[in-house]
């Protein structure tokens, strides 16, 4: 049995839903979605109204990995034109979760998990854009209401409902992060960094795996660029680590026939460019730049 949705016009609401029915349980004035502190409100008045032992977060809407608010395009969220950055985002989280959900593009990325990481325990996202239908909520509900969900299935869940499908549709990459293992690779990290030398001017950034289709790229394979930034640095350890921080990652063999995927460790990465000085002092903010020395790379 199914139930409608309220009108698009309605006021915000929590709404409790039930196999066949919904329930409006709070409505609040009329406000905008994407802005920090009304988040956060909502989410402790979920916690509140429903207390519990664990909790698990499904954010659901645009996204364009880490970057600011008010560019061409989004960090997280879209409401009336307003989004949120990832830093916000953190700040409003209530509670810690079990694990986030992130059904929006390009969410996927170093940057954006490292931010969440004292956040949840292990977070499921997509490196690359997703598909519109976004994920198969039938497929994966059921395993995430269960007292342990197993967050592989459900992405794997996530993978084959994609994999399946013909022609553009067949596009998806997906990844499950242990939070707990991303101080260990930022430190990692920051070990390999310290004396190696990068040029963003000569790098040739069109010879690492992308992982969007926007035409000046932000999103590229992390451990692709690492070894072909750095080619005579040592990067076992870091490759080490990063097995221990992906618990599952997939992808399709292409992306809506933009492009081939060929290699794919799990998580993205930007790649500082000199057309983009405008992103430096944002992105030297995130904490992935300080911990993990990322910050030398736009030197």
């Not at 209401?145 to 997906?174: M, W």
Request: with cysteine.
């Amino acid at each position: 049995k199914k139930f409608a949705s309220p009108p698009a016009d309605d006021v915000p609401q929590i709404l409790q839903i039930k196999h066949g029915s919904n329930t409006r349980v709070k409505t609040y004035s009329e406000f905008n979605s994407a802005e920090a502190t009304q988040m956060g409100k909502v989410l402790s008045d979920i916690v509140e109204m429903y207390p519990a032992e664990s909790y698990g977060l499904v954010l659901w809407s645009h996204g364009t990995s880490w970057l600011p608010a008010g560019r061409r395009l989004r960090s997280f969220g879209e409401d009336d034109g307003q989004q949120m950055n990832i830093p916000a985002l953190a700040a409003i989280l209530p509670v810690h979760f079990d694990f986030i959900l992130m059904d929006a593009c390009l969410m996927g990325s170093i940057e954006v998990v490292y931010e969440l990481k004292d956040k949840a325990d292990f977070i499921l996202a997509s490196s690359t854009e997703i598909i519109s239908n976004g994920f198969p909520y039938d497929r994966i509900i059921p395993e995430l209401i269960q007292a342990k969900p197993d967050l592989i299935k459900v992405a794997t869940n996530y993978f084959n409902f994609y994999n399946q499908q013909q022609g553009a549709f067949r596009s998806a990459t997906i990844s499950l992060v242990n939070t707990k293992e991303l101080d260990n690779l930022a430190t990692i990290t920051g070990q390999l960094l310290t004396g190696q030398t990068f040029d963003s001017e000569t790098f040739d950034r069109l010879s690492v795996q992308r992982l969007d289709v926007f035409r000046e790229q932000y999103a590229f394979d992390l451990l692709d660029f690492i070894e072909k930034a750095f080619p005579n640095a040592d990067t076992g350890p870091f490759e080490d680590q990063l097995g221990k921080t992906i618990l599952y990652k997939a992808h399709t063999p292409e992306f809506i026939e933009e492009f081939t995927i060929s290699t794919y460790c799990g998580l993205s990465c930007y790649i500082p460019s000199g057309a983009n000085d405008d992103l430096k002092e944002f992105y030297q903010q995130l904490a992935w730049s300080q911990d993990s020395e990322f910050h030398q790379l736009f030197r």
